[in-house]
């Protein structure tokens, strides 16, 4: 059986749907889609804090996981207007500038709260 340990944020969601923030397996860390709700459970006010605090919350579960983002090897970001790619990337590249892992931007219909704009996920390697 394969070794893993669970990361939990806390978050209502994570018993309701069956899953962890992150997972840490064989080497490896798996941040779940992380969108930007802020402390008081409400969807950041814009796009690119939206990014920023689905980066935050990530950056806490890696901690948690024993990393940081220089483990980060891969990044996969859904959002729901490709148009706000600039503010999105901002956000990203204030954490991953210097990092630059393999990412992918992708336009989705909706997430699953109309008040989100954005999701990421992210891979690590220890």
Do not use: C
């Not at 209502?12 to 402390?39: D, K, M």
């Amino acid at each position: 059986m394969l070794n893993r340990k669970r990361i939990s944020s806390g978050s209502p969601w994570e018993p309701r749907v069956g899953y962890s923030r992150a997972v840490v397996a064989g080497g490896a860390i798996y941040v779940s889609g992380t969108v930007g709700v802020e402390a008081d459970g409400t969807a950041a006010p814009d796009t690119f804090r939206q990014a920023q605090r689905a980066l935050e919350i990530i950056g806490q579960a890696l901690e948690q996981a024993g990393a940081g983002f220089e483990h980060v090897v891969r990044t996969r970001i859904f959002v729901t207007d490709i148009g706000e790619f600039n503010e999105i990337a901002r956000a990203h590249a204030a954490v991953f500038a210097d990092i630059r892992p393999a990412t992918s931007m992708v336009q989705v219909s909706r997430l699953v709260d109309p008040a989100f704009r954005v999701e990421i996920e992210v891979d690590a390697i220890l």
